[in-house]
């Protein structure tokens, strides 16, 4: 229910069901041939037990990609097991892998190692498939008890998957001389890019179909600027076009121009960034 007196006027507007652009639940997301290779692979070390390396720009829709993903996988096959604690140190990754597999932690590491094996033996034939996102912020300890965790996977059977996921400088992180050994297990190595002008748009329409939307309601002139204003970033491009439609009902339009793009400009710094010389 939108509580929100201008959302609502918004809404019975356009004819809408739900607000565009808001990641609301049950939505389909916009594969583009990039999220296809990208899941390609994902699929391919899931069934390899393997270890991928997922990079791209903030914003270009790493973790929906990760979570469409994971919630794909056959559930009698595969046991997705999500951290997003980037902070974590690496007894406290330990900790909750531990918690996630419903095994309580210990406070010695040892103990934790041995609990880890235990549980995953305990799955059978499921195999846990880790992803650790914004991976590029792990401490150099978190990283190194990741590296010992894939001791694990030295058996004839690899015991799980794994996929960091993670900003561009995250490849660079990795092929330093300390975290070598990790760099080497890396299987696949994807880097998920932008949007181009014809993705945008596209992008753009499958959003407001989502919500009810089928009609053309972007005049060239605006998505001109969304394209440079957002660098094909979907989470930009979701600030801005969501506020642009706003910002159009306001207005009593039934198209979204440029005007409406300006606006929404004016209340996403990073948007603006974008545009700086």
Not at 26 to 55: D, Y
Not at 87 to 98: K, M, P, Q
Not at 117 to 142: H, M, N, S, T
Request: proline letters at 6%.
């Amino acid at each position: 229910m939108i509580l929100d007196p201008v959302l609502s006027a918004a809404l019975r507007h356009w004819g809408a069901r739900a607000v565009p652009f808001s990641d609301q639940p049950g939505e389909a997301p916009f594969r583009c041939p990039a999220w296809e290779e990208a899941s390609r692979l994902l699929n391919q070390t899931a069934a390899l037990r393997s270890l991928m390396l997922l990079i791209g720009d903030n914003g270009v829709g790493k973790s929906a990609l990760l979570a469409d993903w994971l919630a794909s996988l056959e559930p009698k096959a595969y046991l997705p097991l999500v951290i997003t604690h980037a902070t974590l140190s690496g007894s406290g990754l330990l900790a909750v892998l531990l918690h996630k597999l419903g095994k309580n932690p210990s406070p010695f590491r040892s103990r934790n190692l041995s609990k880890l094996e235990e549980a995953f033996k305990e799955l059978g034939r499921i195999c846990p498939v880790i992803g650790l996102d914004e991976a590029q912020l792990y401490p150099l300890g978190a990283l190194e008890e990741i590296r010992l965790l894939l001791g694990l996977n030295l058996a004839r059977q690899p015991v799980f998957a794994l996929v960091l996921v993670g900003d561009l400088y995250l490849h660079d992180t990795l092929r330093l001389q300390q975290h070598r050994a990790l760099y080497s297990r890396i299987g696949a190595h994807y880097q998920l890019g932008a949007l181009d002008r014809s993705q945008v748009e596209a992008y753009i329409v499958h959003g407001l179909r989502q919500v009810g939307i089928e009609r053309p309601i972007l005049a060239p002139a605006a998505l001109d600027l969304l394209v440079g204003a957002s660098a094909g970033l979907p989470r930009l491009l979701n600030l801005l076009a969501r506020t642009a439609w706003l910002a159009a009902a306001q207005a009593g339009l039934n198209t979204i121009g440029a005007e409406q793009v300006q606006a929404a400009l004016k209340l996403v710094p990073a948007a603006q960034d974008r545009l700086r010389p």
